[in-house]
């Protein structure tokens, strides 16, 4: 094969790639995705349906930005409506720029908000991608995101955008009926219409789940060797994506082990662990684990203080969503992620507030504490952690029972509201 | 125009006279400032050499100095360098580039050669040319306590003034602005030191933008492990690589003869933390406090300094080092050249230097005495001088840093392309291929590197006309930082019309070396790299660059970036204007 060959091929495993994680995680159909790259020349796939858009059109925002991959797609339902329904109820305007904001702690640290703009032309979509990682196009509810380095950039931005717009729809809906009902409000039919529709895609998917309990058991420990913690840990890592327990590069997992803890890369996507992995002396005497997640602080104050070896960490959507349901009137409303001095549960898991990293307001200072008193927490609008002593069972089937949990109470209390709206 | 003050500096040292001039707001817009500004204003004169009277060096501030951005005080030095004849800048941390802007000026700029050794002293709109004489002779810490340390202060030490080629020049004592010998520039116009103290402030557009644009900015560095992290540069500074670069096993080591030293651990980041009792310390305005500082005042070296003086040359005693770095800032020699270039003495003589011989080495290069002569040539005319060519480990001159290529072909292209020679800042492709930033890819692979380096080389080029430190975007991008140059500035840059600046710099960095003769033939590795296996164990290879992979990554690069096929940019290319 001649070199320009096999950088075509090479260029094309990786749009394949991508392309694949998006149709397998749900969040694109394999028709509606336009995924673009560039080396010297311009590679992409397909087979699209998508009329709204061309592949021409596409290639000349490369023409327009600096670049390496750009990735248009419209989300798989329920997203699609999703979006649409933030779109009408949910942006945040200025006078010349419209935007969602995500609610969700992770997002907004690292996207700030999502730009929506009308249209797909290429001065548009490169004007836009020029202030943002991503952004809506209302035309056809699709998501324009790109990467500078690597096309899995743009898939990390399409993936959050996707992530951050489920949350915040689920929790401003929640929040909306709350208002209604404090104010003895009637609340808008095409709002109610809207949300029963979103749900009714939603739960085909869940019935479609197999129960915690029917799922085929992850390694059982404690490990022998290094050999089955990493073994342990590439096996556990593809669960919790394959359950949908985290999106695309977030979420963490460590073990402790003959005194070092094993943890995730920075950056690692938790389906493809192999050879991501750092193994970081718990005295601190190597600092190889600079390139270890985010969270190691944290995992490593958890080992610390309590006899787990075992921790999960993911993003589940409800228990996200629930973590962020709180009614009380207090002056931090706006800092609760950060500041809430709240004691706080969620189906009998501890909530508690801290920010991603090492910081004075860092999650560092408030998981390993709520670990005193349990085998979970739940960080505020973030995600959960889940520990155990042997392997990774146990804290799996907490993080799937706690996320189960969230959404059956997340239903019970709107449908609850909209009861009590209705009788008014 | 807030952002910028407005006004500049000219000072003709042939004549003793200067001139104020208002900063050009199209070369604001245009080239954003710093390094943008000093390769700008250059264009007129880099076929001069660098000793003469046209020759210019010039110290840019940048529209974020003294505002509250994150790590946004650096400066820019820029002239044309002594020991690779390319156009150079140097970035620089340190109080020097806030003092300039309270003193009410975004540049100096010094040509001429004045015929007595003088300073320069600034103080908001007094300006004085002074005598420099009772100074001349003075390492860089004797005189820095001379001149006291009120405001800020460049000196050079005993190597600057005897035209070391790797001289550098040493702000507030220990930010070196280094690599290219900007220090043996100031020498040749017999410039001993400038000493700058501002009292006004710098005007802010929107200081609520910008307090938005900051709070984004600390909250991605708090969540990088890479900055805040436990093994990050705030904890250990640079030196926290020396674990990681050795696990990957490009660990430059005896001249690159091998790209692993086993006994690197006893001067990583966590043994000189233990050893001396570290605090941290930084340049004005910075979160991050990379650099550290011993309980008894001793200045920790950097990365790229451990392990040139350690595992280059086959060295593990820590408080060597330490002596070395010490020496090496005080008679104002940069390291890296420093290091490689003994690294290179040593593998001709056929022996390891002992420590000690190691620190006799640096000295004799400071003072240009015996050996040392040669030596302050740099490796690549020492080892020509010598007939060994090969053994110089250089790019354009310019000495390779702390990153074996063989383990990372986006550096080792990225080497190449340089427009200042082998330097492992203009792209930086460590952050993605060994630190995951933005995100991981395969370090042993050429393919779409050349798009990457071109790219990141683009960004890193804007990150230097900001004046910001390069080390906050392991955590920030450019998507923040034009949030808060526009905040200060009241412009509407967005990520793309700074990487077109970016873009543009480069380009004309790009063509002032193809006036001076460089092409193709200087885009090259030492051969060293295309023969020899760094590495090889049960886990890792570091096998030799297959040559022609490496050549066509390099030709994509040229056809990306639009030069023709010798590598050169011509005088019609308006792209860099």
């Given at each position: 094969?001649?070199k ?17 994680k ?16 560039i ?7 397909t ?8 592949l021409?059109?596409?290639?000349e925002v ?30 945040s ?26 249209s ?5 979509i490169?004007?836009?991608l ?22 899995e ?5 399409y ?6 717009t ?23 039919r ?27 058991p ?12 990493y ?15 985290v ?8 073990c ?7 943890i ?37 104050a ?29 002056p ?11 004691k ?6 501890p ?12 999650m560092?200072r408030t ?21 155990g ?16 949990n969230?959404?059956k ?16 | ?33 710093g ?8 264009r ?11 020759m ?6 940048g ?9 946004s ?13 390319t ?38 709109n ?14 860089v ?18 190597a600057g ?23 043996a ?21 929107d ?50 003869r091998?790209s ?11 043994s ?17 406090l ?28 820590l ?12 008679y ?8 490689s ?6 593998e ?19 003072e240009?005495?015996?050996?040392g ?113 526009n ?38 590795l ?10 090889s164990?049960g886990n ?15 030709d ?8 023709d ?13």
């Amino acid at each position: 094969m001649t070199k320009k060959g096999e950088l075509q091929r090479k260029m094309k495993e990786l749009i394949d790639k991508y392309t694949d994680k998006l149709v397998s995680q749900g969040l694109a159909s394999g028709s509606e995705i336009l995924f673009l790259a560039i080396d010297e020349e311009i590679y992409s796939n397909t087979h699209s349906d998508l009329q709204f858009i061309s592949l021409q059109a596409l290639k000349e925002v490369f023409g327009l930005m600096n670049i390496n991959s750009l990735l248009f797609a419209v989300p798989e339902e329920p997203r699609r409506s999703i979006i649409r329904a933030l779109l009408r109820h949910g942006l945040s305007e200025l006078p010349d720029y419209r935007a969602i904001v995500p609610e969700d702690c992770e997002t907004r640290t690292f996207f700030h908000d999502i730009p929506v703009i009308a249209s797909p032309e290429p001065q548009k979509i490169a004007h836009i991608l020029s202030e943002r990682k991503s952004a809506v196009v209302e035309t056809g509810t699709a998501i324009v995101s790109y990467g500078t380095i690597s096309p899995e950039q743009a898939f990390i931005s399409y993936s959050s955008a996707c992530f951050s717009t489920f949350v915040k729809y689920f929790h401003d809906h929640l929040m909306y009926l709350e208002t209604c009902k404090k104010n003895d409000l009637k609340p808008d039919r095409e709002r109610i219409d809207g949300f029963d529709r979103i749900k009714a895609f939603l739960y085909p998917q869940q019935a479609g789940l197999e129960d915690t309990g029917s799922l085929h058991p992850l390694l059982q420990g404690p490990p022998e060797d290094e050999d089955k913690v990493y073994s342990m840990m590439v096996e556990a890592g593809k669960r919790l994506v394959t359950e949908r327990l985290v999106d695309s590069f977030f979420g963490n997992i460590s073990c402790s082990f003959n005194g070092k803890i094993y943890i995730s890369e920075t950056a690692a996507s938790l389906d493809e662990l192999e050879g991501c992995i750092d193994a970081v002396p718990v005295d601190g005497s190597s600092s190889v684990g600079i390139t270890s997640s985010s969270e190691f602080a944290t995992h490593r104050a958890i080992y610390r203080s309590t006899p787990f070896r075992f921790i999960l960490h993911g993003h589940p959507k409800f228990s996200v969503i629930m973590s962020m349901h709180c009614l009380k009137e207090c002056p931090l409303r706006g800092e609760c992620y950060k500041a809430c001095p709240e004691k706080r549960y969620v189906c009998g898991v501890p909530v508690v507030p801290g920010e991603v990293g090492t910081g004075p307001t860092g999650m560092v200072r408030t998981v390993p504490k709520a670990f005193m008193e349990s085998d979970a927490a739940i960080v505020y609008g973030h995600g959960i952690f889940t520990a155990g002593g042997e392997d990774f069972n146990r804290p799996f089937q907490r993080m799937k029972k706690i996320e189960e949990n969230c959404e059956k109470e997340y239903f019970r209390i709107v449908d609850g509201l909209i009861q009590e709206i209705s009788a008014c | 125009m807030t952002g910028y003050t407005g006004k500049s500096i000219r000072i003709d040292l042939s004549e003793g006279v200067w001139d104020i001039f208002e900063t050009p707001p199209e070369l604001c817009e245009k080239f954003i400032g710093g390094r943008g500004f000093g390769v700008a204003l250059i264009r007129e004169h880099i076929t001069k050499p660098f000793d003469s009277e046209e020759m210019p060096i010039i110290f840019a501030s940048g529209p974020l100095v003294g505002t509250s951005a994150p790590t946004s005080g650096r400066l820019s030095v820029v002239s044309r360098s002594p020991l690779t004849s390319t156009v150079f800048d140097s970035s620089v941390g340190g109080r020097f580039a806030t003092e300039l802007k309270r003193a009410g000026f975004d540049m100096l700029i010094v040509s001429g050669l004045s015929g007595e050794w003088v300073t320069i002293d600034i103080q908001d709109n007094n300006i004085s040319i002074k005598d420099a004489r009772p100074l001349h002779g003075r390492n860089v810490e004797e005189t820095a306590t001379i001149l006291g340390d009120d405001g800020s202060t460049a000196i050079i030490g005993r190597a600057g003034e005897r035209g070391v080629r790797f001289a550098s020049i040493v702000f507030d004592g220990h930010y070196v602005a280094g690599r290219g010998g900007l220090g043996a520039v100031m020498g040749a116009k017999r410039l001993k030191a400038i000493k700058i103290r501002g009292t006004g402030e710098v005007k802010v557009a929107d200081p609520v933008a910008l307090k938005k644009a900051r709070e984004e900015i600390m909250r991605l560095l708090r969540a990088s492990p890479a900055v805040f992290g436990e093994f990050g540069l705030s904890e250990f500074g640079t030196a926290a690589l020396v674990d990681l670069i050795h696990a990957r096993r490009m660990e430059p080591t005896e001249n690159f003869r091998k790209s692993v030293f086993p006994q690197s651990g006893q001067y990583s980041g966590y043994s000189m933390k233990t050893a001396y009792h570290t605090r941290k310390k930084g340049c004005r305005g910075c979160p991050i406090l990379c650099k550290k500082v011993g309980r008894a005042g001793e200045i920790m070296p950097e990365f790229e300094t451990v392990s040139h003086f350690g595992a280059l040359n086959g060295n593990s005693d820590l408080h060597s080092i330490v002596e070395a770095n010490r020496l090496c800032n005080d008679y104002g020699l940069d390291t890296i050249t420093a290091a490689s270039t003994i690294a290179c003495y040593s593998e001709f003589s056929g022996r390891r230097l002992s420590p000690e011989e190691l620190l006799r080495h640096v000295v004799l290069i400071g003072e240009r005495q015996g050996i040392g002569d040669a030596l302050s040539e740099g490796s690549r005319r020492f080892a020509e001088s010598e007939g060994v060519p090969e053994l110089s480990m250089t790019v354009k001159g310019l000495e390779l840093p702390a990153y074996d290529p063989r383990g990372a072909y986006g550096m080792a292209l990225a080497y190449v392309t340089s427009n200042r020679g082998g330097c492992h800042l203009r792209a930086y492709p460590i952050s993605y291929e060994i630190l995951r930033k933005p995100v991981a890819v395969d370090r042993f692979s050429f393919e779409g590197k050349a798009r990457m380096v071109k790219i990141s080389e683009d960004i890193n080029t804007v990150i230097d006309s900001l004046t910001a430190c390069k080390f906050v975007f392991f955590a920030a991008s450019l998507e923040e930082y034009a949030k808060a140059v526009n905040a200060v500035t009241a412009r509407e840059y967005d990520v793309q019309s700074l990487v077109r600046a970016g873009e543009r710099t480069w380009l004309l960095e790009r063509h002032l070396n193809t006036l001076n003769g460089f092409s193709r033939k200087d885009d090259n590795l030492p051969e060293r790299f295309f023969r020899e296996a760094g590495y090889s164990d049960g886990n890792v290879t570091i096998p030799p660059i297959r040559r022609k992979d490496f050549d066509d990554a390099l030709d994509r690069y040229y056809r990306i970036r639009g030069y023709d096929k010798e590598g050169r940019v011509t005088e019609e290319d308006e792209r860099t204007d």
